[in-house]
């Protein structure tokens, strides 16, 4: 089955920038959908299509997707972006596969 | 807005089945346009996909859990169900029903979670 590697964990301060990984096999083939959870809330997705917004989702929230690699690119870091973000993809014999997952903390 | 509810019991014991259902709201069940799946996290950990549905009653399937795992769907009541038989203390965890994008395979909506505890 297909494999979605997240770093644990990445730390960034106020108003710098965070990345986060997402590796797979040949992963700039598919889609890459990005979640962003919250302590005690369901995930709300943040990124679709590798790098299109849903409505309400800043612009500093940005992604991009390309041979074995999905980046998830947040801007000017606010202490509110501090999350778990997941990394998903739905792979061609139509099972939903999520990454495992990466703690962002805001310094 | 489409809304979902989770609905079912907190804790079941070990080697019995979990049965969960979503209550859509909002809008039709029975859209082409949705998917309707399960997510579970246990605690302090990540997301896991259980299984998805179609309104025509398509099911998709972990196959890690296939072998213990049934979705279906109810379009008069607008719901669709889990069930997850011979449960162990590994099923813990929260349990979120969810909306998914046909065409894009995102998890648009997402029920608040609920926690089930397999425990005797």
């Known amino acids: 089955s297909y494999v979605l590697t997240q770093p644990p964990s990445v730390s960034v301060a106020p108003g710098k920038t965070a990345r986060i990984t997402c590796g797979g096999n040949?992963?700039?083939?598919?889609?890459v959908h990005w979640y962003q959870q919250k302590p005690g809330q369901a995930p709300v997705l943040v990124i679709y299509y590798d790098s299109d917004r849903p409505s309400g989702i800043p612009e500093r929230f940005s992604g991009s997707n390309s041979g074995n690699t999905a980046t998830l690119t947040i801007s000017r870091v606010e202490a509110g972006d501090e999350a778990d973000y997941y990394c998903?993809?739905?792979?061609?014999?139509?099972?939903?596969?999520f990454g495992g997952g990466t703690k962002l903390t805001v310094l | 807005q489409l809304q979902l509810q989770e609905s079912g019991p907190g804790l079941v014991k070990p080697s019995e089945t979990l049965s969960l259902t979503c209550t859509v709201s909002g809008g039709s069940i029975s859209s082409s346009s949705y998917y309707w799946g399960w997510i579970r996290q246990p605690p302090g950990k990540g997301l896991e996909w259980i299984g998805s549905?179609?309104?025509?009653?398509?099911?998709y399937y972990n196959p890690s859990l296939k072998s213990r795992v049934t979705i279906s769907v109810d379009t008069s009541k607008n719901q669709f169900s889990l069930k997850l038989s011979s449960v162990t203390a590994a099923d813990t965890a929260v349990y979120y029903c969810g909306l998914i994008i046909a065409a894009a395979g995102t998890v648009n909506e997402w029920g608040q979670g609920t926690l089930v505890t397999v425990s005797s």
């Open positions: 549905i179609y309104y025509s009653g398509s099911t």
């Open positions: 998903q993809v739905w792979d061609s014999s139509s099972v939903w596969v």
């Open positions: 040949n992963i700039g083939s598919k889609s």
